[in-house]
Nanobody
Framework: QVRLVESGGGLVQAGGSLRLSCTASGQTSLNGAMGWFRRAPGKEREFVAL????????YYADSVKGRFTISRDNAKYTVYLQMNSLKPEDTAVYYCASANSYRTTYYPVSPELYDYWGQGTQVTVSS
């Protein structure tokens, strides 16, 4: 089992920045790709960004490309999401997810490809 705990959410004005963190504990050797998803009120959960185990490859949703940056520190079992130029439409609960290392999909953008999830952290962007 892997436990994920997110932090760093909050309220920010449009144009501002936040950095989310997600720390894994438990059987962290299972960690493969790590991803961030979000769910806005009344909407489906959507993919935001992912990073492969080595940290060498990343992939972003078009809606956040150029504004968000995902990174990971494997020594600290932590993945980060730096969010810049935030917009009101970025308001959502953000979830961290981890895929088992045996999964072979190179860019797992579907939530079904992730095995562990955090509880989520609220990000609110005011206009």
């Amino acid at each position: 089992q892997v436990r994920l705990v997110e932090s760093g959410g909050g309220l920010v004005q449009a144009g501002g920045s936040l950095r989310l963190s997600c720390t894994a504990s438990g059987q962290t050797s299972l960690n493969g790709a790590m991803g961030w998803f979000r769910r806005a009120p009344g909407k489906e959960r959507e993919f935001v960004a992912l990073i492969r185990r080595s940290g060498s490859s990343t992939y972003y949703a078009d809606s956040v490309k150029g504004r968000f940056t995902i990174s990971r520190d494997n020594a600290k079992y932590t993945v980060y999401l730096q969010m810049n130029s935030l917009k009101p439409e970025d308001t959502a609960v953000y979830y961290c997810a981890s895929a088992n290392s045996y999964r072979t999909t190179y860019y797992p953008v579907s939530p079904e490809l992730y095995d562990y999830w955090g509880q989520g952290t609220q990000v609110t962007v005011s206009s």
